[in-house]
């Protein structure tokens, strides 16, 4: 065969990795992985077989070029081009910048004049919901140039998604092209080349190594949102989705979410089920209203949380009243914060990445704009201790999904030097217990969850909460003795 070409649903793969090729030949590496797909990688010196440009295997810095560059990046299995290294993910390369952002049909190339002329091609390409690997053979009719392969790329990618959208890297060429592809389709080469790209499928019926996940939203614009390259408005728009989707959130910065389409504004999605705390209690979302004076608006990056207790001994002075205070009398108060936890319940007043009227320091004052504020409840009769329990497992999850470190929980006190929360302040050692329930120290883990966390720590495996839960696909388990002996 002279040309390869496999086009891979994204929902299709189980797996996507980078695998150093240690001296062994293509067929060796499929041989050993059971991989589905196999296509040489990365660039490297014939000579010293190390790696050229910038490159990241599982989380490891194979190679660092004192630049940035259009690469392919992906954590578990959802492949995109970004900027590598700076917004590279768990896996990188770089290579020619085919189809970027900036550079599209038709636009000038740049490449060492090596890797120009016809040759035999590798490339990969994201087309909408499609991994695109291609491979053509070195000396072969279907020798190409660069610019030969990128047209050729638009061609195929456009039977997928928009021209404008197609994102395309080329790979090593020349005598190192080569490939195995599901089906039998193959180029093979003498040559050893220093690392692939391997493509496991997806079983059927057996759900993927999932990547952690946010949770998930649903869009409520009416007329839908955009999502974009990046977490900002400056990104270029990638794709879109209609009101009512239920879109899964990977990960959260600066109130943007990524998601399979790319980043989308926060401030357009809901939650579409409930969070939970690592002890099991649902969050109840009971949001003022937007538009609200007390309701902002704004940004909030979640650097830190901001630990209140309401001050209010009323009998009835719980979760559900304080929302509905903030619904009502607190607004021309200009008063408003995120969560309220009592001994039974946790209500969440506004979305984490929103501005909120709690710490007293200035509508843009860090303990407002950049905190997360947290007041539990001292109504009489409400069980204090199980108020103080419930607030350290949602500080949990909040330090959990916003990365926020136990050093930067802190007193209302630090932002405006009110006496808040003032049980915990007038109670020796009050404070640094509550700190310690928020370590976890508190929440004893099941020997499961441990093995599980030591062995995300060794790097074995990505996602946790999928181990955690115990229902494993044979594929799953298999893939992981494999990475275990590989590491021993
Ligand atoms: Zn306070």
Redesign the pocket.
Known sequence: MSKCVAAIPLSAIARLSLVEAGGRSMAQVKEALGCDWILNAWFYSMATGKAVGNLKIDGAVKAEAPWNSWGMTWDAVNVRMDVVPDSGGRNYLSGVELLTPGRGPGAALSYDPAYGGKRGRSAMMVAGRHLILYCSGDGTGDAKTPEGLRDELVEIGGQYADTASLRALGLDSGGSSQCDFSGGRRITSARRVAGYLCVWLRAAGNPPEKEESMGKYRVTPSVGVNARLGPGTSYGKVGAYPMGAVVEVLTIQDGWGRTAEGWVSMAYLEAAEPRATDTGLEIQADYIPAGRKNRPGGTNPGTYI?I??T?NPDPGADGLAHAAYLKGAAEDAFVSWHYTVDDRAIVQHLPDWETAY???DGADGPGNAESIGV?ICVNAGGDFEAAKANAAALVRLLMAEHHIPVENVVQ?NRWSG?D??HTIRHTEGAWEDFLALCRGTGAPASALDEAVDKLAAAGLINSPDYWKAGDYSAENVQALLIKWAASL
């Open positions: 901001t209140h207790e001050g709690h710490a007293g007041e209302h009110k808040c929360p």
